[in-house]
């Protein structure tokens, strides 16, 4: 178990495999621990990054979440990418991660060589965004298979963590605050966006999106027609083929 020094407060992150460096970032109310299962299709090829963002997961807990988390995260990716001294690094993200992937590419092209942004709404929250947000939290809690998600990812304070994300989001989709640090078109990095057409969670023209974003980045896009959300544990075998590929 390793961690580092981000504001005072302890992030845990870990590490196998070798070769091309690979950080993997989690989506909101998740940690780390959503890649495990998917360890074997990566770490044979890369040398694979794991990390638990502040308040989640065996990473130091905060009072609450700022509503431009995903910013906020970007910041913490960075830090560790600083603190590895690896170079350029892949960044592969998931949900919530593919906002903070793109984020720190576009905050430091300095340090990210290729992007993955999986299962993700785009440039903006849709309309319907919160009233989506609550009553898929709602039924998480009222799921046995969602909470025991909740308690694998982050121990017995989970309901706290998952308050305190839904409240942020929140905040974030009434503010419409923007979701990228900087325009779209700055990205330097090669850019992959992947999901599923059976996504349950992303918006419902999730693809128009895809093709928008691709027209000012170049971004290659890969939708499953099978799997649901996220793309890169619903379709594991086939996301790791198309997202090796684009790495290597």
């Known amino acids: 178990m390793s961690y580092f020094n981000y504001q005072s407060k302890k992030i845990y992150y870990t590490e196998t495999g070798s070769g091309k460096p690979v950080l993997f970032l989690h989506g909101n109310t998740a940690s780390s621990r959503m890649f495990e299962f998917l360890l074997p299709l990566y770490e044979d090829k890369f040398h694979v990054i794991l990390i638990d963002f ?112 839904t409240k942020a989001l929140l905040q974030c989709a009434a503010a419409k605050l923007p979701l990228f640090i900087k325009p779209l078109e700055s990205l330097q990095a090669p850019l992959l966006l992947t999901g599923s057409e059976g996504d349950e969670m992303s918006r419902s023209d999730f693809q128009e999106e895809y093709r928008e974003i691709a027209a000012r980045t170049g971004a290659e896009i890969c939708v499953f027609s099978e799997g649901g959300h996220p793309a890169i544990l619903s379709s594991r075998e086939r996301a790791a083929g198309v997202i090796c590929r684009f790495l290597e």
Not at 94 to 114: E, F, H, M, Q, Y
């Open 54 to 165: 502040l308040g989640h997961g065996r990473s130091d807990r905060v009072e609450e979440f700022p509503a431009d988390l995903w910013m906020e995260e970007a910041s913490q990716t960075i830090a560790l990418m600083e603190h590895l001294k690896l170079g350029k690094v892949n960044l592969v993200g998931t949900s919530g991660g593919a906002w903070v992937a793109i984020n720190a590419a576009l905050k430091r092209p300095d340090l990210v060589d290729r992007v993955v942004a999986d299962s993700f709404d785009g440039r903006a929250l849709a309309d319907d965004f919160s009233d989506n947000l609550i009553q898929e939290r709602t039924s998480a809690r009222n799921d046995e298979m969602g909470v025991e998600f909740y308690k694998w990812c982050q121990g017995e304070d989970w309901e706290r963590i998952v308050d305190m994300d």
